[in-house]
């Protein structure tokens, strides 16, 4: 069992499976099929790397009804 105490941590996994399994000279479509991920998504985390999402706060909005 692997100790994933962080996300950062889980994607670095990710990527080194996704780099491990393209070393061996499987296709981009072979590698989502396995790891259960679209296509564009393995190949986009292969051009560009893997990185948690960044989400800005929400900006406020004027409210229809009064509180």
Partial sequence: AL????I??????VAEWLHD???QG????????KLGMDRKT???NLE???AAPGYSP?????RLIAR
């Fill in 58 to 62: 929400r900006a406020n909005h004027a």
């Fill in 21 to 23: 399994m393209k070393r």
């Fill in 8 to 13: 950062e941590e889980a994607l670095d996994v």
């Fill in 42 to 44: 393995v190949r986009k």
């Fill in 3 to 6: 100790n994933l105490d962080t």
């Fill in 26 to 33: 499987l296709s981009g479509a072979v590698i989502a099929r």
């Fill in 48 to 50: 560009v790397g893997i």
